[in-house]
């Protein structure tokens, strides 16, 4: 599974060199045992040299999760914590001739924390 998480619906390269993440999540055998991994690649457009500029990070342990569930909930973290940084804008290859990709607009749900804090405000006005 692979998506590329950008702040505008439109992207584009820009001079000033839009930031955008790649988050990938797969199977691979290390030391001989079968586990799953997630990767965050960040990306920005480099104007000078012409070419996308990429900084790959791992974000599972060297072993990778043993599990898909595991890979699976760390995965959907960082898609959230990217989105509430503002990275709302996902898009997913499709490899099928007739499509490009397909487009999902991140929703984030409202903490319980913020809440709280808006209940309390609301109490202490009313």
Known sequence: MTETLYKTKMPKHAAWGQEFFELTMGEQTVDGQLGYFVRETQCWWDGMANRTVRVQYTLSPREGFVTIEEAHARYHLQRINRARRGF???????????RKHKYVLIEIARQPAQESDTIQKAETQG
């Open 88 to 98: 709302v804008h996902s898009f997913t290859p499709r490899y099928e001739s007739t």
